[in-house]
């Protein structure tokens, strides 16, 4: 196996982890919707996970009402992240082919 091909399947598995982690705090968001959701053991696994990352956007970002625009700010943060990963993933698997 060429050291191209081992860094190419490095970089999926690290862009399926990024999607994976994107689609948990889809649904950690709207777990939120649901009463008592949160509070179930999913919910408090899920907690860990997630407020490391949207803590500092709460902090910045106050809600607007019963609206968390910080949630999205880190939505948006985080498509931005993977797709500039890729942009760069793809950077250096072209040099080296």
Same mark, same amino acid.
């Given at each position: 196996?060429? $050291?191209? &091909?081992?860094?190419? @399947? $490095?970089? &999926?598995? /690290?862009?399926?982890? @990024?999607?994976?982690?994107?689609?948990?705090?889809?649904?950690?968001?709207?777990m939120?919707?649901?009463? &008592?959701?949160q509070?179930?053991?999913?919910?408090?696994?899920l907690?860990?996970?997630y407020?490391?990352?949207?803590?500092?956007?709460?902090? /910045?970002?106050?809600?607007?009402?019963?609206?968390d625009i910080?949630s $999205?700010?880190?939505?948006f943060?985080? /498509?931005?992240f993977?797709r500039?990963?890729h942009?760069?993933?793809? $950077?250096i698997?072209?040099? @080296?082919v």
């Amino acid at each position: 196996m060429s $050291l191209v &091909n081992v860094l190419a @399947l $490095l970089f &999926n598995a /690290i862009e399926i982890l @990024l999607t994976v982690y994107y689609w948990g705090m889809i649904l950690y968001f709207f777990m939120s919707w649901i009463p &008592n959701a949160q509070g179930s053991a999913f919910g408090r696994f899920l907690r860990k996970i997630y407020e490391p990352f949207l803590a500092p956007f709460r902090k /910045i970002i106050p809600p607007i009402g019963m609206i968390d625009i910080s949630s $999205l700010a880190a939505i948006f943060v985080l /498509i931005f992240f993977q797709r500039g990963l890729h942009a760069i993933f793809v $950077l250096i698997l072209q040099q @080296l082919v």
